[in-house]
């Protein structure tokens, strides 16, 4: 058996080393935003989550000295929410961009992150995050719910997310209503685009049409988004975007119609 670490685990680790060294924040008022709500399916398109991803581990480099502000501007036509990367490593992400992004627009933002401790939380809630994400893979089932319930206390939702069937077995398990989907294997970074589709059909029916579905990964034209079963409300992209010369044109031609 391989005891390599993988994609997930060095940069699970390193969160962890950083969280431990976070000092205790006050994270203010609880969020008013409904994020699930916001989330949900309103026609025939997935609502957009929309990510600003200036690198990643699988595509390398993107929009490395794009400003959250730009991407603010760039994504605001079009999304329901955005998706502000912080981890700074491996995807040259920030809180002050997380602070940046809320001092520009009203849309529900989701903390992208390697969400280890509370205090992550608190820090987003501080810097204007309607939610955060939580991976099932990285996380503990008592994690899970003490993080579930601590977002809550302070008005936020959490997306969590799951990669295999027995993390979605895992999430179901408990008290969640935006769960995700990654066609994207973290510890391996290969993309399966049919693992949406594969992992909601195991999902009982009543309690799939109670949560608010996310796709997430590998996600490039109208024609894939028009293709998700209506089941799914939303989807999460940035790096369909970020690849991009143009990014505005990308948008407009999956988006706009």
């Known amino acids: 058996m391989s005891t390599a670490v993988t994609v997930l685990e060095k940069i699970v ?44 581990p699988s595509k390398g480099s993107l929009k490395e000295g794009l400003p959250a502000s730009e991407a603010v501007k ?78 809550r206390s302070l008005g936020m939702e959490a997306l969590v997310e799951v990669l295999t069937e027995d993390e979605l077995r895992r999430a179901l398990k408990l008290d969640i209503r935006i769960l995700g989907i990654n066609n994207r294997n973290l510890h391996t970074l290969e993309i399966d685009m049919g693992r949406c589709q594969k992992l909601a059909n195991l999902i009982p029916a009543p309690r799939r049409e109670e949560l608010v579905l996310v796709a997430e990964s590998g996600y490039t034209t109208r024609e894939q988004l028009l293709a998700l079963p209506k089941y799914f409300d939303a989807v999460l992209m940035g790096t369909g975007f970020m690849q991009e010369k143009d990014p505005a044109a990308k948008l407009r031609e999956v988006f706009a119609r």
């Open 74 to 151: 760039l994504y605001e036509p079009y999304a329901a929410a955005l998706s502000i990367l912080t981890e700074p490593e491996h995807f040259k992400g920030s809180i002050e961009d997380l602070k940046e992004a809320r001092q520009l627009t009203q849309l529900p933002l989701l903390r992208k992150d390697f969400i280890v401790d509370k205090k992550q939380i608190d820090e987003a809630r501080a810097a204007g995050a309607d939610s955060f994400l939580l991976i099932v893979a990285s996380l503990s089932d008592a994690e899970l719910t003490e993080f579930i319930a601590h977002g």
């Open 13 to 56: 680790a390193e969160s962890r080393r950083r969280a431990s060294a976070l000092p205790a924040i006050a994270p203010g008022e609880a969020t008013r935003t409904d994020f699930a709500a916001a989330l949900r399916r309103r026609g025939d398109m997935p609502q957009l989550i929309a990510e600003l991803k200036r690198r990643s």
